[in-house]
Nanobody, 125 residues
Framework: HVQLVESGGGSVQPGGSLRLSCEAP????????LAWFRQRLGQAREGVAS???????SYADSVKGRFTIARDNAKTSLDLQMNNLKPEDSAMYFC????????????????????WGQGTQVTVS
């Protein structure tokens, strides 16, 4: 069973930066795709960025050029560097894992990910 714990959320002004981290101790990191999702109040969960065991990445159009996803398999951790934040980036952010080495044709579909963290809140205002 993979347990994911997010940290790094908070409040920031528009144009600011935040770095989210996700720790997942005790699993074979190279066997999993990892991703960040977000969910605004009353809205569906949406994919933000994902990365597979080969370090191939995928980003939602809304965050391309502003967010960077990175993983450290030795530390079994996942980061999301968020720059030039906008009010519409405000949401609960979730770390997720999927038992697969490659992202495949649907790299940001929530239903493909079976392991989830509890989330960390990001507020941009």
């Amino acid at each position: 069973h993979v347990q994911l714990v997010e940290s790094g959320g908070g409040s920031v002004q528009p144009g600011g930066s935040l770095r989210l981290s996700c720790e997942a101790p005790g699993y074979t990191a190279s066997a999993y795709c990892l991703a960040w999702f977000r969910q605004r109040l009353g809205q569906a969960r949406e994919g933000v960025a994902s990365i597979d065991s080969y370090n191939s990445t995928s980003y939602a159009d809304s965050v391309k050029g502003r967010f960077t996803i990175a993983r450290d398999n030795a530390k079994t951790s996942l980061d999301l560097q968020m720059n030039n934040l906008k009010p519409e980036d405000s949401a609960m952010y979730f770390c997720a894992a999927r038992l697969a080495r490659s992202l495949g044709p649907r790299p940001l579909r929530p239903s493909d990910f079976g392991y989830w963290g509890q989330g960390t809140q990001v507020t941009v205002s």
